[in-house]
Nanobody, 124 residues
Framework: QVQLVESGGRLVEAGGSLRLSCAAS????????MGWFRQAPGKEREFVSV????????YYANSVEGRFTLSRDNAKNTVYLQMNSLQPEDTAVYYC?????????????????WGQGTQVTVSS
């Protein structure tokens, strides 16, 4: 049974940093395309970042490019999202997801497995 468990979300002041973790079981993160998404209240779920199982450089949404960094620790079977210079508009529930699809997969419908999400709140 596949499980993705996110952690690390909390309340932080604008300009601060957080590192989210996504611990996987039942799948090997190095063999999946792993993505991060977020959903703010009243808004649709949106793509944040992705890393393919081919090991290419991570790809980011324009809104987070230069501030967020996705990384993967194969030994721990975990992916991370380092978030710097956080702004109130980054407030959302952040989700980790996995797919066997190839390439830069930005559509949430392409992902087969999802975590439960972790809340990030950025105060102004």
């Amino acid at each position: 049974q596949v499980q993705l468990v996110e952690s690390g979300g909390r309340l932080v002041e604008a300009g601060g940093s957080l590192r989210l973790s996504c611990a996987a079981s039942g799948l090997t993160v190095s063999r999946y395309t792993m993505g991060w998404f977020r959903q703010a209240p009243g808004k649709e779920r949106e793509f944040v970042s992705v890393i393919t199982w081919l090991g290419s450089n991570p790809y980011y949404a324009n809104s987070v490019e230069g501030r967020f960094t996705l990384s993967r620790d194969n030994a721990k079977n975990t992916v991370y999202l380092q978030m710097n210079s956080l702004q109130p508009e980054d407030t959302a529930v952040y989700y980790c997801a996995a797919t066997r699809a190839l390439g830069i997969v930005r559509g949430s419908n392409a992902y087969d497995h999802w975590g439960q999400g972790t809340q990030v709140t950025v105060s102004s």
